[in-house]
């Protein structure tokens, strides 16, 4: 007895230990009846798991409101799912710690500017597979279809149904489905994808498949991807916040819309268009323009026919000018493309001084492509959109006319780019910046010169767009513009508006 002086005795009920026992006990009832109420039962591990986090009913509350229609039961898997996004969330926000640079309500979240690991070599690229694997196969591994997902060396040897997950090596089509080669660290696998199942499997997305084997074969019966949750909470600005997307400008091409264009700085001064479209103008706080900013040189064969301004800093030194007709309150966030002056592989990183030095006087910030960033508590994901012609290549059905069709392809994969040897060109960089690890609450690219607006799964999707017609190489590339066009769009509730200059 001596030696235990002092010591609470295990199992001892102490004052203050009997106090926690009983707000465990209410806390735990709490749950319970908070979910009986809405129909819903309630795992028992479920409620241990929910016991453990912070804000008790709160977050129960937090989780319901995630339910289009609430489950008949709650399992872990489903508050896991709900809580995998949320810490996501923090991840993302810890990187702010890394920003280059923070102003009042826009913040720079993530960016390869300033943070490139790319020497060029082609082991490299075993880094940036890596990473996409380890970030989007954790997503795929919390869809509940894999939750007893094998690795491919296991799975092979399986003889009834099975789950596994990998990266796609190699698809070819046949007449009613799909062959793909699918990787992990230790093994592949040949399966075959029936057309009913899926046909838009793609080469080197991360996805699950759950079948069986036939003989030689493996048959798909699902095919998993990491998708985007449901219903989830957006990110609002407490303020009335107008924003306003730009892309394409193509300063320097014969074909740049210089009428329309100074139609637009006449009504952002408020000097044109009706008295709703003036009151609008003068709301706008910042302008994010994906991209292709001026038109660059040597992008495309026989371009030099279509300058109307030869010399590439001269273009930019043009754009500045036209940049500077805008009101200086609002701030201009300027991102590359793939007629700009940085390099051509993707990530790309924001100008370098050569470039900036054009803009200093004014109220201009850089961000590389993609980047996502965050304006008054709204996640935004700004991305040029050089991948949306190996989407509409290599998917049955899809245009690149047709943009947000191809961005939702880009969310269910929670990646910009997965198709690696087609249109686009990556640099091998140690991370994939091109992986869509947080559900931005906009996500808007360019590049093809259409406006559309569309919204997927709570997420504001939007193509912005171009101030150049149509030239010759775009009509042989079957680009179809939809030019002179803004979208305001309010980070207060979301809503938007296209506005016409034409
Ligand atoms: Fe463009």
């Not at 203050?16 to 009832?29: A, Q």
């Not at 912070?54 to 995630?66: S, V």
């Not at 040949?190 to 084997?213: A, H, M, T």
């Not at 009706?274 to 302008?287: F, T």
Request: aromatic share 10%; with cysteine.
């Amino acid at each position: 007895m001596e030696e235990n002086a002092g010591q609470i005795p295990v199992g001892c009920m102490c004052p203050l230990g009997t106090r926690l026992h009983r707000l465990k006990m209410d806390l735990r009832k709490k749950i319970i009846d908070f979910f009986q109420e809405k129909g819903i039962l309630v795992q028992e591990e479920t409620v241990e798991f929910l016991m453990k986090r912070e804000n008790g009913i709160e977050t129960c509350k937090e989780i319901l409101n995630n339910f289009d229609e609430y489950p008949l039961i709650l399992s872990l898997d489903l508050v896991k799912n709900f809580f995998g996004e949320k810490d996501n969330r923090k991840e993302i926000r810890r990187e702010i710690k890394k920003e280059r640079f923070s102003e009042k309500g826009f913040k720079i979240l993530r960016d390869v500017t300033g943070n490139s690991t790319c020497k060029g070599e082609i082991k490299d690229f075993v880094c940036l597979f890596r990473d996409r694997y380890e970030r989007l196969s954790e997503l795929v591994k919390k869809r509940q279809e894999m939750k007893y997902a094998f690795p491919i060396k296991k799975a092979l040897r399986k003889t009834d149904e099975v789950a596994f997950i990998g990266i796609v090596k190699e698809v070819s089509n046949s007449k009613n489905g799909i062959f793909a080669e699918i990787e992990d660290y230790e093994d592949s696998i040949e399966v075959y994808i029936p057309k009913d199942v899926d046909s838009f499997v793609v080469n080197d997305e991360i996805l699950g498949i759950k079948g069986r084997k036939s003989g030689d074969l493996f048959i798909a019966k699902s095919v998993v991807r990491p998708g985007l949750p449901v219903r989830r909470k957006r990110n609002f600005s407490e303020e009335n916040t107008h924003v306003l997307f730009l892309s394409d400008l193509h300063v320097g091409s014969k074909s740049f819309l210089e009428k329309e264009w100074n139609n637009f700085i006449e009504w952002i001064n408020g000097k044109k268009g009706s008295e709703r479209q003036r009151e609008v103008a003068k709301k706008i706080e910042y302008i994010i323009i994906s991209g292709d900013d001026v038109e660059g040189i040597g992008i495309y064969p026989g371009q030099e026919h279509d300058l109307l301004i030869e010399d590439i800093y001269i273009q930019y030194e043009e754009l500045a000018r036209k940049l500077s007709e805008i009101p200086e309150k609002i701030k201009i966030i300027l991102q590359p493309g793939n007629h700009d002056a940085v390099r051509s592989a993707l990530p790309q990183p924001a100008f370098e001084n050569e470039i900036k030095k054009f803009f200093s006087d004014l109220n201009v910030s850089f961000i590389g492509n993609p980047c996502y960033f965050e304006i008054n508590e709204v996640i935004i994901l700004a991305y040029h959109g050089q991948s949306i012609q190996d989407f509409a290549t290599c998917l049955p059905g899809m245009n690149q006319n047709n943009p947000t069709q191809i961005m939702k392809e880009m969310l269910k994969r929670r990646h910009m780019a997965p198709i690696y040897g087609s249109v686009s060109s990556f640099a091998p960089e140690k991370k994939d910046y091109l992986v869509i690890d947080y559900v931005p609450d906009i996500f808007v690219t360019g590049h093809v010169h259409v406006t559309s607006v569309e919204t997927y799964r709570d997420v504001l999707l939007m193509n912005a767009s171009a101030w150049q017609m149509q030239t010759e190489y775009q009509r042989m590339m079957n680009f179809m513009p939809d030019p002179a066009k803004a979208i305001v769009v309010n980070l207060k509730n979301m809503f938007s508006s296209v506005v016409h200059f034409t």
